[in-house]
C-alpha cells in the first residue's frame, strides 16, 4: 500500500480486468474498490444492487478507492495511463504494458487481497504463490458490506412503521466490528463451542443432507460483562456475516400492541439478510414476562418468540440463531429447550483474568506491570470490570498529566473499584433490590456480590 503508483495502477488494471471479463463478479472485487462502484439496483428485484459494468474510474473514485491524496499525479508519468480532461476519468492506453508493470511491484500478500489481480497473475508468466483460489477465498463476500445491508434495508423498510422497527434492531456489517476473536480471552469451552460452529457452518449442506439439521442455534449464558456479546460480535467478524441484534427488552417493552409483529419483523430482517447472525440479546426478558404478565400481547409476542425460533434455520434460512442471558435461573424447559448448544460464560478465573490484563493494555505502557499480581487481587471480577479498573488507572493518571501508568496506578484503581462495588452493593440492600428480593442477587448490579470476598 506504500507505492501510490502501484496502488492506482492496481485499480485500473482490476476496473479495466472486471469490465472486460463477465466471468468475474462483485465478489472477486475487494470490498475497498467495490463500495466506490455500487449501484443500488432499480429493476432486478432479487438483488439490492451490484457493481455495474463498464467500471469508468474518475480520479475522485480513485482517491477514495486507494487512499491516494492526487492519483493521477501518482501515474501520470507511466506512459499507459491517461486523463480526460473533461470527466477526470483516468484509464489504461496500453492494458497489457500496466499489467506487466504491475505484476513486476506486487507480492503475495497484495494478490491474496484482489482475486481480480490474482486472476490475472494466475495466468501470467510470473511465479507467484498467491493463486485466485485462495484470494478469493479470503475476500469478503458482497453481502457482508454496508452498501449491501444499507440497500437492502432500504429497500425492505419503507413506511414509517419499519423505520420504528429498525430502532429495535440494529444491523452491523462485519467490517464494522473491533473487536474480534483475537481480542477475547476464551475458556477451552467456548474456543471448542466456536470451532465446531465454524465446522458446522462450513458443512452445512453435508449435515443437511445427512439429515442433521439441528445445528445453528446457540444460548449463551454466563453474568453481565463476561464476553458474550462481543464474543457473537466477533463470530460475525471472523465468518463474514452481517449481525442484527435485538434487544429483546426493547422489543417487549416498547411497543406492546406491536411486539408479536415485532418480533416477527426481526426475524424476517434476518431471514432478509441472510447469511447472516441473528443476536437476541437480554432473551430472559421475555421469560420473566411470561411468568408475571397476563398481559395478553405480550403472551402472544413470547409465543411467536418461540415459534419464529423453531421456524429458522440454518440449514434452511442460512441464519445462525445466538441467544444471550444473563439470568439463565429465568428461562423455563420451553425456552431451554430451543438451543442445540449452550455455551456457558462463567466469571474468568485467575488465569483467565492474567490474559485478559495482557490483551487490554496491548497498546499500553505499564511501568513494572504483573498481570499475575494483579489477577491475583480481582477475584470475583469479570472481563468488563478489568476493563473499567484499567481505563480508571489511565484516566487518573491522567489527571496528574502522566500519558503512562505504573503498577501502582492499576493496584489503586483495583481498590477504587471494590470499594464502589461495596457502596452499590449498600445501595441495592436499601434501594430497589430490597423490595425485589429473588432479584436482589443477579438483577441490578455489574457483579456477582454474594459469596466473594474482595478483601486479602
Ligand atoms: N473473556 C474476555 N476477554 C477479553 N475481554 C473481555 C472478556 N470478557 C469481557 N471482556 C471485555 O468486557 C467488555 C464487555 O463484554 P460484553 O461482551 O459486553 O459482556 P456481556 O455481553 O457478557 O455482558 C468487552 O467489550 C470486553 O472488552
Ligand atoms: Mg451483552
Not at 222 to 227: N, S, V
Not at 266 to 292: G, H, N, Q, W
Request: glycine fraction near 4%.
Amino acid at each position: 500500500m506504500s507505492d501510490p503508483a502501484v496502488d492506482v495502477v492496481e485499480l485500473l488494471v482490476t476496473a479495466h480486468r472486471y469490465t472486460e471479463d463477465r466471468g468475474l463478479d462483485p465478489d472477486d472485487l475487494p470490498p475497498r474498490y467495490r463500495r466506490v462502484f455500487w449501484t443500488e439496483s432499480t429493476e432486478d428485484e432479487s438483488s439490492p444492487g451490484t457493481v455495474q459494468r463498464p467500471l469508468h474510474v474518475t480520479e475522485a473514485d480513485a482517491k477514495t478507492a486507494t487512499g491516494v491524496e492526487r492519483p493521477w499525479e501518482a501515474v501520470s508519468d507511466l506512459l499507459f495511463t491517461q486523463r480526460e480532461e473533461f470527466s477526470g476519468e483516468i484509464s489504461l492506453t496500453q492494458s497489457g504494458m500496466a499489467v506487466e508493470w504491475l505484476l513486476d511491484r506486487v507480492d503475495d500478500d497484495r494478490l491474496r487481497s484482489n482475486p481480480v489481480l490474482a486472476k490475472i497473475a494466475d495466468e501470467s508468466d510470473e511465479a507467484f504463490e498467491a493463486t485466485y483460489e485462495e484470494a478469493s477465498d479470503e475476500n469478503r463476500p458482497i453481502r457482508a458490506d454496508r452498501v449491501w445491508i444499507d440497500a437492502l434495508l432500504d429497500e425492505y423498510f419503507d413506511e414509517e412503521e419499519d423505520a420504528e422497527m429498525l430502532d429495535l434492531v440494529t444491523v452491523r456489517a462485519p467490517e464494522e466490528i473491533e473487536m474480534t476473536l483475537k481480542d477475547l480471552v476464551l475458556t477451552d469451552d467456548q474456543e471448542g463451542e466456536i470451532r465446531k460452529l465454524m465446522k458446522a457452518i462450513e458443512h452445512r449442506e453435508y449435515l443437511a443432507n445427512i439429515g442433521l439439521r439441528e445445528i445453528g442455534k446457540l444460548l449463551f449464558v454466563g453474568p453481565p460483562g463476561t464476553g458474550k456479546t462481543t464474543a457473537a460480535r466477533a463470530l460475525a467478524h471472523e465468518l463474514g456475516l452481517p449481525f442484527v441484534e435485538v434487544k429483546l427488552s426493547m422489543v417487549t417493552s416498547q411497543y406492546l400492541g406491536e411486539t408479536a409483529k415485532n418480533v416477527e419483523k426481526t426475524f424476517e430482517v434476518a431471514k432478509r439478510l441472510a447469511p447472516c447472525i441473528l443476536f437476541i440479546d437480554e432473551f430472559d426478558s421475555v421469560a420473566k414476562t411470561r411468568r408475571s404478565d397476563e398481559h395478553a400481547a405480550l403472551k402472544r409476542a413470547v409465543n411467536t418468540l418461540l415459534k419464529s425460533i423453531d421456524d429458522i434455520s440454518l440449514v434452511r434460512d442460512e441464519v445462525l440463531l445466538i441467544s444471550a442471558t444473563n439470568h439463565p435461573d429465568q428461562l423455563d424447559a420451553a425456552a431451554w429447550r430451543r438451543f442445540d448448544e449452550i455455551v456457558n460464560f462463567p466469571k474468568p478465573d485467575r488465569e483467565m483474568r492474567a490474559d485478559i490484563l495482557r490483551v487490554i493494555t496491548r497498546q499500553m505502557e505499564i511501568a513494572e506491570f504483573d498481570p499475575d499480581v494483579v489477577a491475583d487481587r480481582t477475584e470475583g471480577l469479570t472481563g468488563s470490570d478489568l476493563r473499567l479498573v484499567l481505563r480508571e488507572a489511565v484516566l487518573e493518571a491522567l489527571t496528574d498529566d502522566r500519558m503512562a501508568i505504573t503498577q501502582e496506578d492499576i493496584m489503586d484503581a483495583v481498590s477504587d473499584f471494590e470499594e464502589r462495588d461495596n457502596l452499590k452493593n449498600m445501595d441495592m440492600i436499601e434501594g430497589e433490590g430490597a423490595e425485589v428480593p429473588e432479584v436482589a442477587g443477579d438483577g441490578g448490579g455489574e457483579h456477582d456480590h454474594d459469596g466473594h470476598d474482595h478483601s486479602h
